[in-house]
């Protein structure tokens, strides 16, 4: 099964808006709404930021917000932060009853 | 609030089987929920192992399946990764944790992550 794709890195400046994408096929993203977002700082455990492509779980900020359209699905993170300085995976259910990871994505913020 | 607690040898030797436990704390495994293993090389992204289900059933990454074993003891309420054959390749922090929404990939509840090595 192939990774889904995510841009290696992004970055922006406190306060502004940005958005990782996350590219899959029509077996994983494009099939199902079980598009799940992991948050990671250096030395820790991944976080669930955002599941089932657009929900929050409980105690993550409404500053992060998930979309989909087509096979490639989206996180947006708003009122970008210091503490947003992390490593994001997107994660998707497949047709072949499999998970797969994007290959992260390493936001800066500047 | 589910605790997971990994546990093992941090140091494989090649070819040998790398067995790590996950304690699930303040939740019981019989309840339902899937539970899950993923790993993560040094410096590298995360990549999924495998997931069962309390009544035994497990579904894994095709890449591995050959050589990876999923089991639970709901007895003692933890669940158990065996790989074997293990590589280099195969040296990473490996994490358990709970896919405690549905079994599609949301993991909701994470151990801290054990690091095991492969070297002899």
């Known amino acids: 099964q192939s990774a889904l794709t995510q841009p290696a890195s992004v970055s922006g400046s406190p306060g502004q808006s940005l958005t990782i994408s996350c590219s899959g096929t029509?077996?994983?993203?494009?099939?199902?709404?079980?598009v799940f977002w992991y948050q990671q700082h250096p030395g820790k455990a991944p976080q669930l930021i955002i599941y089932n492509v657009s929900n929050r779980p409980s105690g993550i900020s409404d500053r992060f917000s998930g979309s989909k359209s087509g096979n490639t699905a989206s996180l947006t993170i708003s009122g970008l932060q210091a503490e947003d300085e992390a490593n994001y995976y997107c994660?998707?259910?497949?047709?072949?009853?499999?998970?797969?990871f994007g290959g992260g994505t390493k936001l800066t913020v500047l | 609030q589910v605790q997971l607690q990994e546990s093992g040898p941090g140091l494989v030797k090649p070819s040998e089987t790398l067995s790590l436990t996950c304690t699930v704390s303040?939740?019981?495994?019989?309840?339902?929920?899937?539970w899950g293993w993923i790993r993560q090389p040094p410096g590298k992204g995360l990549e999924w192992i495998g997931n069962i289900y309390h009544s035994g059933s497990t579904y894994c990454n095709p890449s591995l399946k050959s050589r990876v074993t999923i089991s639970v003891d709901t007895s003692n309420n933890h669940f158990s990764l065996r790989l074997t054959s293990v590589t280099a390749a195969d040296t990473a922090v490996y994490y358990c944790a709970r896919d405690g929404l549905g079994g599609y990939g949301g993991f909701d509840y994470w151990g801290q992550g054990t690091l095991v090595i492969v070297s002899s």
């Open positions: 029509s077996s994983d993203v494009g099939r199902y709404n079980y």
């Open positions: 994660y998707s259910y497949t047709t072949s009853t499999t998970l797969v």
């Open positions: 303040d939740y019981s495994i019989s309840s339902g929920s899937y």
